[in-house]
């Protein structure tokens, strides 16, 4: 009866310590910056942008200077954004970055969203050129469905902001061709539907390439 | 109150020929035209015929300079639909028999509605042409034996229909300048431009264009847009999902604002009105956000 007490006990501290084994080869969490942003733009990618949010600040905890995490940090801030301030601070984001030594498309390209969000429009504009320059055929590294037609976008409705319709048309006439002029008032048609100004034509067809073509 | 006709010139020349027989006129000095004759003049007297072509000449191109009469276009404003009258004013310094003046305009501002003689020009015939869109014609010419004397003051009034939108304008501007006096000979005459400015649309209810142009970096934020017509001058009342918002002005006619829908919106929905002297005008966009 001892003998086989003595193996049960044996058995149950055998069973604990392979699960204990098992749960530590099996666990996953990052240690580092890095491991936290992967594991950031995957949930980003995944449109968890709560949990990515969380990762790129854990990676920031682990190292304040690692410039990936700040720009991780800028693109979740800039989709949780729910005020013109909140666009602010998820540009601040894109600034740490660059303060940090990261300068490329993906970079540019969401400043300029945020810029455009906080109404910033000249800063955005730049922003979005600098983007498309450097990257003529852009598509956003952890989003395939943010690319060249949106930097344009920015581009169209940052002017459209200013009042600048004409700035903003020649913008959105690089995604489509518009066909509007604005001194032939016969050519005011968006979709079979004549306007009585250039400003609502523009207007119609600004709209529609944002349904068409936004994020 | 003068007779006003209506014809239709053929040409761009000047119309007075039809109305007016050129007088003769046999203008003669004979100190001028004693001057130079070798041997038949003493020398004082040669010399007081210089001194006294030279007082001439002087005379006669200070007259140039500064006489002359002045034609003047009044201004006027109005809401689209109205007839606005526009003064003819005439500034002479010599008698006048009549007056010739093409008037240019934007046709699809304003149109030209009829003319008459008025005030000091009250016996006046007028007459009116058009040789193509935004050109009109207009002789004022007295039929009878009389003559308008020097002086100054309105002579004549065109009235024009005023057709465009709110805002749109126009210059009146006078070429084609003649005046003549009674003897048929032309004066000279110098014309000054005026202008109409349509001040409100078409009498209808205020109508809206409403645009929204998503942010690509968050789609659940968009800039939105409204374009008014007819309205009443200041901004619509916009709503966003029963919330009031303030737009801020892009231009005359055009407002902005900024949303920020949350993650539980699925849709949005804007509405907008604004109220002229008309009524009240309203228009709404559902805008889905994903």
Redesign the interface.
Known sequence: MKSIFASLSILVLLLASGCVERERVFRTDPTDAAGFTDRGWTSFTAGDLTAAHADFVAALVEDPTYAEAHLGQGWTLLGLALSTSAMTVAGSSFDSAVSNGLDNADLRAGRAAALLGSGESAAAIADAVSARTTAPNFVFSHRSSFGLADLFLIESFAAAAEGDLEGALAAADRISDSGIDAQNSSSWVVDGTGYSSFEGATLAFLHKMSEEHAG | MGASRTRDPSSETSDLGDILQPATRTASDDSIQGFGRKGSTPPMTRLLCLVWTCVLLIAGIHSAFAGGSVLSIGSGEGANGETLGVVISLDNDTQMKALQFDLTYDSGVIQFVSGSGAMRGANLTATFGSSGPGRLRTVFHLADDSFIPNGSGQIGVLEFRLIGGKNASTSLVPTGLVLSDPDAQKVPLTGTQGSILVTRGPAAVPTF?I?????????R???G?V?V?NGSGTAPVVTVNDAAVVPTS??A??Y?F?H?A?ADEDAVTIFVSDTNAEGTGTDQRVVIVE
């Open positions: 264009q645009v929204t142009l998503k942010n690509p970096g968050r789609t934020t968009f800039r847009f374009r017509e892009v231009d006619d055009l902005t900024e920020f949350s």
